[in-house]
Protein backbone atom coordinates (compact mmCIF):
# COMPACT_ATOMS: atom_id res chain seq x y z
CA UNK A 1 0.00 0.00 0.00
CA UNK A 2 1.56 3.33 -1.12
CA UNK A 3 1.69 6.48 1.25
CA UNK A 4 -0.65 7.98 -1.68
CA UNK A 5 -3.63 4.87 -0.73
CA UNK A 6 -3.23 5.62 2.93
CA UNK A 7 -4.37 9.18 2.11
CA UNK A 8 -7.02 7.54 0.35
CA UNK A 9 -10.44 8.31 2.21
CA UNK A 10 -12.70 8.16 -1.20
CA UNK A 11 -14.81 5.52 -1.93
CA UNK A 12 -15.05 4.19 -5.08
CA UNK A 13 -17.45 3.76 -7.77
CA UNK A 14 -20.10 1.48 -7.95
CA UNK A 15 -19.31 -0.95 -10.74
CA UNK A 16 -22.01 -0.86 -13.81
CA UNK A 17 -24.42 -2.80 -15.68
CA UNK A 18 -24.30 -5.98 -13.52
CA UNK A 19 -26.44 -8.28 -15.62
CA UNK A 20 -26.63 -11.83 -15.34
CA UNK A 21 -28.70 -14.99 -16.61
CA UNK A 22 -29.75 -18.71 -15.15
CA UNK A 23 -29.17 -21.78 -16.82
CA UNK A 24 -29.22 -25.36 -17.57
CA UNK A 25 -27.04 -25.95 -20.26
CA UNK A 26 -23.95 -26.99 -18.47
CA UNK A 27 -23.20 -29.82 -15.85
CA UNK A 28 -24.53 -27.65 -13.23
CA UNK A 29 -27.71 -25.16 -12.98
CA UNK A 30 -25.99 -21.77 -12.18
CA UNK A 31 -26.56 -18.07 -12.13
CA UNK A 32 -24.21 -16.18 -14.52
CA UNK A 33 -23.13 -12.40 -12.99
CA UNK A 34 -21.29 -9.88 -14.97
CA UNK A 35 -20.86 -6.72 -15.19
CA UNK A 36 -18.82 -2.93 -16.67
CA UNK A 37 -15.69 -2.25 -14.33
CA UNK A 38 -15.98 0.86 -11.76
CA UNK A 39 -14.16 4.03 -12.81
CA UNK A 40 -12.27 4.54 -9.85
CA UNK A 41 -8.85 3.31 -11.49
CA UNK A 42 -7.69 2.16 -7.60
CA UNK A 43 -10.23 -0.67 -6.85
CA UNK A 44 -8.53 -3.69 -5.71
CA UNK A 45 -11.62 -6.21 -5.40
CA UNK A 46 -15.50 -6.50 -6.01
CA UNK A 47 -17.91 -7.68 -3.26
CA UNK A 48 -20.31 -10.23 -4.53
CA UNK A 49 -23.98 -10.13 -2.33
CA UNK A 50 -26.77 -12.02 -2.80
CA UNK A 51 -30.31 -11.98 -1.21
CA UNK A 52 -34.09 -13.64 -1.23
CA UNK A 53 -36.03 -10.42 -1.19
CA UNK A 54 -34.90 -7.07 -2.37
CA UNK A 55 -36.13 -5.96 0.99
CA UNK A 56 -34.23 -8.04 3.41
CA UNK A 57 -30.40 -7.81 4.22
CA UNK A 58 -27.86 -9.02 1.53
CA UNK A 59 -25.35 -11.91 2.26
CA UNK A 60 -21.05 -12.25 0.85
CA UNK A 61 -20.90 -14.27 -1.27
CA UNK A 62 -17.90 -14.29 -3.34
CA UNK A 63 -15.22 -11.86 -3.78
CA UNK A 64 -13.29 -11.04 -7.01
CA UNK A 65 -10.22 -9.46 -8.04
CA UNK A 66 -9.92 -7.36 -11.36
CA UNK A 67 -9.46 -7.42 -13.57
CA UNK A 68 -12.19 -10.59 -13.48
CA UNK A 69 -15.59 -8.80 -13.40
CA UNK A 70 -17.61 -12.23 -13.54
CA UNK A 71 -19.07 -14.77 -11.39
CA UNK A 72 -20.83 -17.90 -11.98
CA UNK A 73 -23.58 -18.73 -8.63
CA UNK A 74 -24.13 -22.54 -8.40
CA UNK A 75 -25.40 -22.63 -5.23
CA UNK A 76 -28.93 -21.65 -5.88
CA UNK A 77 -32.18 -23.65 -6.25
CA UNK A 78 -35.41 -24.29 -8.72
CA UNK A 79 -37.92 -21.59 -8.73
CA UNK A 80 -35.79 -18.99 -6.34
CA UNK A 81 -36.29 -15.24 -6.98
CA UNK A 82 -32.42 -14.57 -6.32
CA UNK A 83 -31.12 -10.41 -5.85
CA UNK A 84 -27.45 -9.92 -6.58
CA UNK A 85 -25.46 -6.43 -5.77
CA UNK A 86 -21.95 -5.94 -6.06
CA UNK A 87 -19.30 -3.41 -4.73
CA UNK A 88 -15.90 -2.11 -4.85
CA UNK A 89 -13.05 -2.07 -2.62
CA UNK A 90 -9.60 0.17 -3.57
CA UNK A 91 -6.54 -0.44 -2.36
CA UNK A 92 -7.01 1.78 0.91
CA UNK A 93 -9.78 -0.23 1.99
CA UNK A 94 -12.40 1.98 1.48
CA UNK A 95 -16.21 0.51 0.62
CA UNK A 96 -18.07 1.92 -2.26
CA UNK A 97 -21.86 1.76 -2.67
CA UNK A 98 -23.86 -1.01 -3.88
CA UNK A 99 -24.73 -1.37 -7.66
CA UNK A 100 -28.19 -0.62 -8.49
CA UNK A 101 -29.75 -4.48 -7.73
CA UNK A 102 -30.44 -7.55 -10.04
CA UNK A 103 -33.19 -10.01 -9.80
CA UNK A 104 -32.79 -13.83 -11.28
CA UNK A 105 -35.72 -16.18 -11.30
CA UNK A 106 -34.17 -19.59 -11.50
CA UNK A 107 -36.71 -20.90 -14.23
CA UNK A 108 -36.22 -22.49 -17.93
CA UNK A 109 -37.97 -24.80 -19.41
CA UNK A 110 -35.00 -27.50 -20.38
CA UNK A 111 -35.02 -30.95 -19.10
CA UNK A 112 -37.88 -33.10 -19.20
CA UNK A 113 -41.35 -32.91 -18.77
CA UNK A 114 -43.48 -35.33 -17.43
CA UNK A 115 -46.71 -35.96 -19.58
CA UNK A 116 -50.12 -35.99 -17.78
CA UNK A 117 -52.00 -38.97 -17.65
CA UNK A 118 -49.83 -40.65 -20.36
CA UNK A 119 -47.30 -43.65 -18.63
CA UNK A 120 -43.94 -43.44 -18.74
CA UNK A 121 -44.15 -40.29 -21.20
CA UNK A 122 -42.29 -37.63 -21.04
CA UNK A 123 -40.85 -34.83 -23.43
CA UNK A 124 -37.32 -33.44 -23.35
CA UNK A 125 -36.50 -29.93 -24.13
CA UNK A 126 -32.95 -29.75 -24.98
CA UNK A 127 -31.53 -27.03 -22.31
CA UNK A 128 -28.65 -26.00 -25.19
CA UNK A 129 -30.98 -25.32 -28.16
CA UNK A 130 -34.10 -24.60 -26.65
CA UNK A 131 -35.75 -27.16 -29.00
CA UNK A 132 -38.02 -30.32 -28.47
CA UNK A 133 -37.22 -33.55 -30.09
CA UNK A 134 -37.37 -33.93 -34.02
CA UNK A 135 -40.54 -36.20 -33.56
CA UNK A 136 -42.48 -36.19 -30.59
CA UNK A 137 -44.95 -38.94 -30.33
CA UNK A 138 -47.77 -39.74 -28.37
CA UNK A 139 -49.49 -43.18 -28.33
CA UNK A 140 -53.13 -42.53 -27.97
CA UNK A 141 -56.15 -45.43 -27.19
CA UNK A 142 -56.09 -49.43 -25.80
CA UNK A 143 -55.02 -52.08 -26.25
CA UNK A 144 -56.60 -53.86 -29.63
CA UNK A 145 -58.61 -56.93 -27.76
CA UNK A 146 -61.73 -56.50 -30.36
CA UNK A 147 -62.62 -55.45 -33.58
CA UNK A 148 -62.93 -52.01 -34.21
CA UNK A 149 -60.50 -50.96 -31.20
CA UNK A 150 -58.54 -47.83 -32.45
CA UNK A 151 -55.04 -46.40 -31.12
CA UNK A 152 -54.16 -43.14 -32.56
CA UNK A 153 -50.95 -41.59 -32.93
CA UNK A 154 -49.80 -37.70 -32.53
CA UNK A 155 -46.38 -36.54 -34.01
CA UNK A 156 -45.50 -33.45 -33.56
CA UNK A 157 -42.61 -32.11 -34.80
CA UNK A 158 -39.87 -30.27 -33.85
CA UNK A 159 -40.45 -26.52 -31.76
CA UNK A 160 -37.73 -23.84 -30.95
CA UNK A 161 -39.18 -22.32 -28.22
CA UNK A 162 -39.18 -18.41 -27.62
CA UNK A 163 -36.57 -18.11 -24.80
CA UNK A 164 -38.55 -14.69 -23.44
CA UNK A 165 -41.90 -16.27 -23.43
CA UNK A 166 -41.26 -19.86 -23.06
CA UNK A 167 -43.79 -20.76 -25.78
CA UNK A 168 -43.55 -22.23 -29.65
CA UNK A 169 -46.07 -23.88 -32.46
CA UNK A 170 -45.92 -26.47 -34.48
CA UNK A 171 -47.60 -29.12 -36.50
CA UNK A 172 -49.26 -32.47 -35.41
CA UNK A 173 -49.96 -35.37 -38.02
CA UNK A 174 -52.15 -37.50 -36.33
CA UNK A 175 -52.78 -41.39 -37.64
CA UNK A 176 -54.65 -44.48 -36.51
CA UNK A 177 -55.06 -47.98 -36.52
CA UNK A 178 -58.08 -49.72 -36.01
CA UNK A 179 -58.34 -53.91 -35.60
CA UNK A 180 -60.38 -54.78 -38.71
CA UNK A 181 -61.63 -58.36 -39.41
CA UNK A 182 -58.82 -60.24 -41.40
CA UNK A 183 -58.86 -61.17 -45.22
CA UNK A 184 -57.20 -64.68 -44.27
CA UNK A 185 -57.93 -66.97 -41.23
CA UNK A 186 -55.76 -65.22 -39.11
CA UNK A 187 -58.96 -63.64 -38.07
CA UNK A 188 -57.45 -60.19 -36.93
CA UNK A 189 -55.80 -57.18 -39.20
CA UNK A 190 -54.37 -54.16 -37.47
CA UNK A 191 -55.13 -51.04 -40.54
CA UNK A 192 -53.60 -47.89 -40.25
CA UNK A 193 -54.65 -44.74 -41.82
CA UNK A 194 -52.45 -42.24 -42.42
CA UNK A 195 -52.97 -38.96 -44.49
CA UNK A 196 -56.78 -39.09 -44.01
CA UNK A 197 -56.86 -36.11 -41.21
CA UNK A 198 -55.59 -32.69 -42.07
CA UNK A 199 -52.44 -31.84 -39.79
CA UNK A 200 -53.58 -29.55 -36.80
CA UNK A 201 -51.33 -26.51 -35.80
CA UNK A 202 -50.66 -26.71 -31.78
CA UNK A 203 -49.14 -23.98 -29.40
CA UNK A 204 -47.03 -25.21 -26.93
CA UNK A 205 -46.35 -23.05 -23.44
CA UNK A 206 -43.47 -23.90 -20.80
CA UNK A 207 -44.00 -20.36 -19.43
CA UNK A 208 -45.45 -21.30 -15.75
CA UNK A 209 -42.99 -23.64 -13.86
CA UNK A 210 -46.14 -25.31 -12.36
CA UNK A 211 -46.76 -26.44 -15.56
CA UNK A 212 -47.44 -26.63 -19.40
CA UNK A 213 -49.91 -27.31 -22.20
CA UNK A 214 -49.64 -28.13 -25.78
CA UNK A 215 -53.33 -26.70 -27.26
CA UNK A 216 -54.46 -27.29 -30.37
CA UNK A 217 -55.92 -24.32 -32.41
CA UNK A 218 -59.04 -25.94 -33.86
CA UNK A 219 -59.85 -27.36 -30.59
CA UNK A 220 -60.62 -30.50 -32.21
CA UNK A 221 -58.61 -32.68 -29.72
CA UNK A 222 -58.15 -31.86 -26.09
CA UNK A 223 -55.43 -29.75 -24.13
CA UNK A 224 -52.30 -31.60 -23.15
CA UNK A 225 -50.82 -31.07 -19.51
CA UNK A 226 -46.93 -31.59 -18.69
CA UNK A 227 -45.40 -30.92 -15.29
CA UNK A 228 -41.47 -30.28 -15.03
CA UNK A 229 -39.52 -33.43 -13.65
CA UNK A 230 -36.64 -31.22 -12.87
CA UNK A 231 -34.22 -33.66 -14.29
CA UNK A 232 -32.32 -33.13 -17.44
CA UNK A 233 -33.39 -35.30 -20.50
CA UNK A 234 -31.30 -38.50 -19.30
CA UNK A 235 -33.18 -38.65 -15.95
CA UNK A 236 -30.62 -36.66 -14.04
CA UNK A 237 -31.60 -34.62 -11.48
CA UNK A 238 -30.91 -30.98 -12.03
CA UNK A 239 -30.07 -30.12 -8.93
CA UNK A 240 -27.82 -31.84 -6.32
Same mark, same amino acid.
Given at each position: ? !?? %???????????????????????????????????????????????????????????????????? &???????????? +? &??????????????????????????????????? !???????????????????????????????????????????????????????? +??????? =??? !????????? =?????? +?????????? %? %?????? !??????? +????????????????
Amino acid at each position: M !SC %GDLLDEEAPKPPEKLSGYFTLSETFPKVSLKWDKSISNDVSEYHIFRSQSNDFSFDSIAIVKPPVQLY &KDTTINWLDSVY +Y &KVRSIDRAGNVGSFSEPLEIFCYKAGGNWEIINFD !SSYLCVNPQTNATPEIFRLVLGMPFETLGDTSGIMDFNQVFLDTALWTGGGWMYYT +YKVLEAG =NDT !SGFDTVTYA =NTIAPE +YFTIDLSEPE %G %GTIIFN !SGQYGSI +YLEHTVKSCNGDNLFP
